[in-house]
Each structure stands twice: as structure tokens, then as C-alpha cells.
């Protein structure tokens, strides 16, 4: 089971922190990441870090402005956001791959769970 939280609606030039509680998995074991996905566009890849490769892939567009990382005792994975932009308003998913040679998540394809999502709006 995936749980999103921390959405909300921020200014522009403003940070959320975005939680998933990831249970039933073990983070160092599955590739885990965020995807997003605006009214009326496709559901594209955000950010996701393969802990078994050490490697996190960002989309060109949250590059240097969005970090994601895990808490492993916790079993939580959070994606911090910063420099939010008005484009970033999306509802946000957390999703895991099962499989553990993934290295990017530019689609969703492959993909085997997913959380109910939460809503990031980027307004003034």
C-alpha cells in the first residue's frame, strides 16, 4: 500500500515536502518514485531512486528544484519541492516498480502500484 501526503496549494517561488508510506515493500528492493499528472496531459515521470543501483533520475523540468529521498526505518519515501512553478500544479503519485534493474522513470509504463495521489497546487 502507497500513501501520499503533504499536498496543498503554495505560491509560486514556494516548497511543499510530499511523503509516500510505502507498506507490504522494502525500499532497498523496489525502484520507488513520484509521477504527476495535470488536467487534460498524460501522467509523466517526476522523479525515482533505485536504492539497490544508488540511483535517482529527475525529469529535465524539476531538475535542480525537486529532491527525492527515503527514510528507510521508516519505509517513506518524500519528494521535497522547491522554486514550485504554476506548470507544476498536478496531482502527485507515488508508485513502485518491482523490478530492481529500473533506472528511470520518464513513463509509467511498468509500473506495479500506485497511491491514490495528492494535490499540488502552485498559485498565487
Known amino acids: 500500500q502507497l500513501v501520499e501526503s503533504g499536498g496543498g496549494l503554495v505560491q509560486p517561488g514556494g516548497s511543499l515536502k510530499l511523503s509516500c508510506a510505502a507498506s507490504?515493500?522494502?525500499?532497498?528492493?523496489?525502484?520507488i518514485g513520484w509521477f504527476r499528472q495535470a488536467p487534460g496531459k498524460d501522467r509523466e515521470g517526476v522523479s525515482c531512486?533505485?536504492?539497490?543501483?544508488?540511483?535517482?533520475y529527475y525529469a529535465d523540468s524539476v531538475k535542480g528544484r525537486f529532491t527525492i529521498s527515503r527514510d528507510n526505518a521508516k519505509n517513506t519515501v518524500y519528494l521535497q519541492m522547491n522554486s514550485l512553478r504554476p506548470e507544476d500544479t498536478a496531482v502527485y503519485y507515488c508508485?513502485?516498480?518491482?523490478?530492481?534493474?529500473?533506472?528511470?522513470?520518464?513513463?509509467?509504463?511498468?509500473?506495479?502500484?500506485w497511491g491514490e495521489g495528492t494535490l499540488v497546487t502552485v498559485s498565487s
Open positions: 531512486i533505485n536504492s539497490r543501483r544508488s540511483v535517482a
Open positions: 507490504g515493500f522494502t525500499l532497498g528492493s523496489i525502484v
Open positions: 508508485a513502485v516498480d518491482l523490478n530492481p534493474n529500473r533506472v528511470a522513470c520518464a513513463t509509467a509504463d511498468g509500473m506495479n502500484y
